[in-house]
């Protein structure tokens, strides 16, 4: 599960988009927000491709919203909003828990709109949590990466609409590169590079405008492993500090264990 | 786009912020015009309990006719009269999808209205769908040929969306022999003709939108504003007299307060123009042409310090956003 959603914005090819408050179901309207060019947004050539587009972005049901975007892509080859219904199917997949779908899915999205720094970086989330004890890891691992790095290069040079003010923009640039950042940490991990991991995580933690626990909780468990109990234990607590309770009842235990081990 | 178009532009770049023209010229295209919607020629034979819908509409209490609606259709899920109004509610309470799919629904059960294919047309227009709010306003206009929204919507669509002025003249030609004293399509006209090069008409067409402002009491300043920008050069004083009369039009419009800000510059009221510019920047924190103004401002007047964090505001500004 990420945990920036990305419900609230979407972001690259030329397109930043601020839902919240546009259209009621933040998120799922990816051309549909303020636009970088409003020349250049996607256009459906019918009403029914653009019909049956809404019933996809409105779908809550991730089963529906898959079969939705399948029929979609079967009957509207051709279409301009294409790339953005692979991306939904992506993130439908992701909520189904089916890897091989979210990566597939992600892949074409990406094929369609290579500068979508959202499918980047679910990608780059994704990937290292399903990589390991695969034949394909080190390949895997090598493209979330690159996923990962494509979208930080795109964050630092994108163009965003004006309804988005700077600090705002300020905010979220900060809260995506988080995610990157966690991302190659995750990445680093599932190599086993444990310096790379802390290094990766404690950027994470410490640059995100809105910090986050499970961030924190991350930082923790590599400092733990590195057996670097002071830092794990600033980490953990911060991370009880932040929440949500399900990271709270994780980094209490942790912290619990760090004490376990100084106990005589 | 034709030479005279590419220069006009050129200028209008020069000299003025382009973009927010035409940002406030999309703006409104959706604003006012569907407010107009809710008095339906279609509904001549409602259903009793529709007119309270109406009357929440009149009084522009969309939340509340949005439930009237919604509670109206579980007892007559049949009637596409209903989700016409289901979508106008929606439209209002700023829900384009939810709008639309009522629309559509309203649509595909068989209601063939001027107002519902205005209205869709509207919201998608709203979600940037062009091709599909130009075919869903030309059915309007062959169902109601004597709509002059429609008219004036097409033109300024094609004039500001679709850069194609001379389609945009013709449609707002008809709004006009629909409507001659509004204002906006006549200012709209004078853009276009601005654009395509027919200088002298369009400064003839700008008066004529300034004289129906000031008659009709409006509060619309962008003939104004225009006026003083093409008067700059040949007649500052009057220029100025113009722009001062946008901002008093319109004191939140940071396009008028820049083109006051340029007057002033070109006359050499340093003082006054800095000033127009830094309200410019306040009211509009993501453009970056009111810092480059001020650098270039705070330079005449030697405050080189002020300069440079200007400087700077505008180099972090630029890099950000898009321009036009």
Redesign the interface.
């Known amino acids: 599960m990420r945990n920036l959603r990305f419900i609230e914005i979407v972001l690259g090819w030329s397109i930043v988009l601020a839902t919240a408050g546009l259209s009621g179901t933040p998120g799922a309207f990816a051309q549909f927000g303020p636009l970088v060019n409003t020349m250049n947004a996607p256009q459906a050539k019918t009403e029914e491709e653009l019909d049956l587009y809404l019933e996809l972005a409105v779908s809550t049901n991730p089963r529906a919203s898959m079969e939705i975007a399948e029929r979609f892509a079967a009957k509207y080859p051709e279409s301009e909003l294409l790339g953005l219904v692979y991306e939904y199917e992506m993130q439908a997949c992701q909520r189904l828990g089916d890897f091989e779908g979210t990566l597939r899915a992600g892949r074409k999205a990406l094929e369609l709109l290579p500068d979508n720094a959202d499918t980047q970086l679910t990608l780059a989330s994704v990937i290292p949590d399903h990589a390991q004890g695969r034949e394909d890891s080190t390949k895997l691992l090598r493209e979330a990466e690159e996923y990962a790095r494509r979208s930080l290069r795109e964050l630092s040079t994108m163009r965003i609409p004006k309804e988005i003010l700077p600090d705002r923009w300020k905010t979220l640039r900060g809260q995506l590169e988080a995610q990157a950042h966690e991302a190659l940490g995750k990445i680093e991990r599932a190599r086993e590079n444990l310096e790379g991991t802390i290094s990766e995580f404690a950027l994470a933690a410490s640059q995100n405008p809105v910090p986050q626990g499970t961030q924190f909780l991350e930082l923790g468990a590599a400092y733990a492993q590195a057996r670097r109990p002071e830092e794990a234990k600033k980490a953990f607590q911060r991370a009880i500090e932040l929440g949500p309770d399900s990271v709270r009842g994780v980094a209490q235990r942790e912290l619990a264990k760090i004490a376990g081990n100084r106990t005589p | 786009m034709s030479l005279g178009t590419q220069r006009v532009l050129t200028e209008l770049a020069e000299k003025l912020s382009w973009?927010i023209l035409l940002a406030c010229l999309?703006g409104d295209c959706l604003g006012a015009l569907v407010v107009a919607s809710p008095w339906s020629s279609s509904d001549e034979t409602p259903p009793a309990d529709l007119q309270e819908v109406k009357t929440l509409a009149r009084q522009h209490r969309w939340s509340e006719a949005a439930t009237q609606v919604d509670a109206l259709l579980k007892q007559h899920p049949d009637d596409p009269r209903l989700f016409y109004w289901q979508g106008v509610a929606r439209f209002q309470?700023?829900?384009?999808?939810?709008a639309?799919?009522a629309f559509?629904s309203a649509e595909r059960m068989g209601l063939d209205t001027a107002d519902l294919h205005k209205s869709l047309g509207y919201a998608?227009w709203k979600?940037?769908?062009?091709?599909?709010f130009e075919?869903q306003i030309q059915k309007a206009i062959q169902l109601n040929p004597s709509d002059y929204e429609s008219y004036y919507a097409l033109g300024r669509h094609y004039q500001s969306?679709r850069?194609d002025c001379t389609k945009a003249e013709e449609y707002l030609h008809k709004a006009i022999q629909l409507k001659p004293d509004q204002p906006k399509a006549i200012f709209s006209l004078a853009v276009c003709q601005e654009m395509l090069g027919h200088r002298d008409d369009a400064m003839a067409t700008y008066t004529e939108a300034m004289n129906l402002v000031e008659a009709k009491h409006e509060k619309y300043p962008w003939p104004f504003q225009e006026m003083a920008r093409l008067l700059l050069s040949q007649d500052p004083d009057q220029a100025l007299k113009l722009a001062q009369r946008a901002v008093e039009l319109a004191p939140q419009l940071n396009a008028a307060h820049q083109i006051l800000a340029k007057v002033e510059d070109a006359m050499g009221k340093y003082p006054e123009a800095i000033a127009e510019q830094l309200t410019v920047a306040r009211l509009?924190?993501?453009?970056p042409s009111p810092h480059y103004a001020l650098f270039v401002l705070y330079k005449k007047t030697h405050d080189l310090e002020a300069a440079q964090a200007q400087l700077k505001q505008f180099q972090?500004?630029n890099a950000?956003?898009?321009q036009p």
């Open positions: 973009v999309s309470l700023a829900d384009s999808i939810g639309i799919m559509r998608y979600i940037h769908q062009y091709t599909l075919q969306i850069d509009d924190p993501s453009n972090e500004l950000l956003y898009a």
